[in-house]
């Protein structure tokens, strides 16, 4: 073992205390004003609209981008480190947009346990399934909150059976809600049998709830939705809607909490569960199938890179998420794809648009690397023994432009903008050889991406393009050997992306069909997994 490895038992201690989530909702559902909420447990925050004024949706921790502003998205992840209860919590954001499925899909990596947000009176929009299933796709447990029950919503049991066929996933309601819509008493938290008051303080602005009282002298037996109250929990208990922790680990089954972010109703709840059934770090699989142990050297999976996040500094920040072993800033690791080895310098943990350096980090800690120029999204660093995890999962792009650059003689800045976008997964860049291509195609998950493409082209490199609608709808991965008989075959045409996969683009699934049909056996891979 080198000598910046920790003794194993202090690593794995700290990897125990980690815990590593995102939340994922349509965007207004509530995940600012949740995590947000969340902040204020763990003093983070002093008090609740210290960073998040939601008036215009002007900036927040986590928003930074103008395009994001204007457009109210939430294009670009960022990481937020608290403690509570002795836990260490990192809680990664991702996009609220389903054309930004992407780079949720590379955050699910990075993270060991996600809660879905939803918003009681909406359900699940069919926007945000995408995203849902691309969390349900990592098989990693999933934690359902639904917000702001302070107002008339759908009815609780309805939302339980929604989620249920929705999701293909198996409901437990971990609390349940008290009061007519519009009209919350409190919550039952089912298994503590306590009875959470809901205390309209304004704005919920102090961390600590309401009142909790025991079950059994919670309420008076003939108030009229007490007493529904207790009758739709003597349903759930009968129809078996008990809490599995084996199904929530395996990704079959949901637990479920009902609150309120805006007032800070229930969010100590679900931190609480967070806690307790989202899991800590364990040992990664790499390329082989072997694990990375916890206390093994340190190791780490580049999950983002995001250039220019200060408009003041041309900068280029990797995020990595630490597998195993300890990181220690300045220390030296080696990047397995390229075999060269980088001084891990200038390690920050983010908070927002906050930076403070970072001395150490334990496996489910994420350390942004200021100026991390060699490092891509997809990346393993190690110390010691070599490891490379899997290639991060993608998606098949769906959109496809073909670009080229309205000022021709400035062809080295454009080839520098698209790889720097390539290389943050921003956009797919195709191009006919994987080589400097005037006119490249760009494929995309959802046409935002191209948007905020073109904007950080023109923004940061200086860049003006003009684009063309393409007829291609659909794209699938192959090989050298089915690229050969795709063209022969005429009947898609193929690119090569600056990664070097290579991908046939067809302009209807009849064609891709069809080619599967007469070339059994042609590599056509879906991207995903
Ligand atoms: P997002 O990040 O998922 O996009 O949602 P965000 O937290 O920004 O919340 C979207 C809107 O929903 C905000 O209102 C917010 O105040 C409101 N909201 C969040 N949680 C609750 C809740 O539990 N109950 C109720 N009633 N509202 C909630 P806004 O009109 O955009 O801002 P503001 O004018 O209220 O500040």
Known sequence: MSQTTAAPDITLEEAGR????????????????????????GNALVEAGAV???????????????????????????????????????????????????????VMSAVDGAVILIDAAKGIESQTLRLFEVARSRGIPLITFINKCDRPGIEPLELLDHIEST??????????????????????????????????????????????????????ALDPAWTRAMEELSLLDEAGHDFDVDGVGAGISTPVYFGSALTNFGVELLLDAVIELSPA??????????????????SGLVFKVQANMDPRHRDRNAFIRVCSGRFERGMKVVNARTGKPIALNYASETFG???????????????????????????????????????????????????RNADARRHKQFSRALSQLAEEGVIHVLTRDGGRDPMPVLGAVGRLQFDVATERMSTEFGIEVLSDETNW????????????????????????????MIFALFTSQ??????????P???LDRLVG
């Not at 294009?75 to 990192?90: A, G, P, Q, Y």
């Not at 770090?281 to 340190?298: S, V």
């Open 18 to 41: 980690r815990r590593t989530f995102a939340i994922i909702s349509h965007p207004d559902a509530g995940k600012t004003t949740t995590t947000e909420k969340m902040l204020l447990f």
């Open 52 to 106: 998040v004024s939601k008036k215009d949706r002007r900036s927040t921790a986590s928003d930074w981008m103008e395009l994001e502003k204007r457009r109210g998205i939430s294009v670009s992840s960022t990481v937020l480190r608290f403690e509570h209860d002795d836990k260490v919590i990192n809680l990664l954001d991702t996009p609220g947009h389903s054309d930004f499925s992407e780079d949720t899909l590379r």
């Open 167 to 220: 999701l293909d996933l198996m409901p437990t309601a971990m609390s349940w809600p008290v009061g007519d819509p519009g009209n919350l008493l409190g919550v039952v938290d089912r298994r503590r049998r306590t009875f959470h008051r809901f205390d309209r303080s304004p704005g919920g602005r102090s961390a600590r709830g309401g009142e909790i009282l025991a079950l059994d002298n919670a309420f008076d």
């Open 281 to 298: 770090p364990t040992p990664r699989p790499d390329r082989r199938g072997e694990a990375r142990e916890l206390d093994d050297d340190f």
């Open 353 to 403: 648009r906050q930076r403070e350096t970072l001395d150490e980090a334990f496996p489910g800690d994420v350390v942004g690397i200021v100026n991390a120029a060699d490092l891509q999204v997809g990346d393993t660093v190690f110390e010691g023994e070599p490891v490379r995890f899997p290639e991060l999962p993608t998606l098949a792009p769906e959109h496809f432009i073909q670009i």
């Open 473 to 500: 709808k659909l794209a699938r991965r192959t090989d050298e050997a089915g690229a050969e008989e795709i063209r022969t075959s005429g009947l898609a045409e193929v690119r090569t992306r600056s990664d070097g």
């Open 510 to 519: 009849f064609q891709v069909e069809r080619l599967e049909r007469d070339r």
């Open 521 to 523: 056996g042609l590599r």
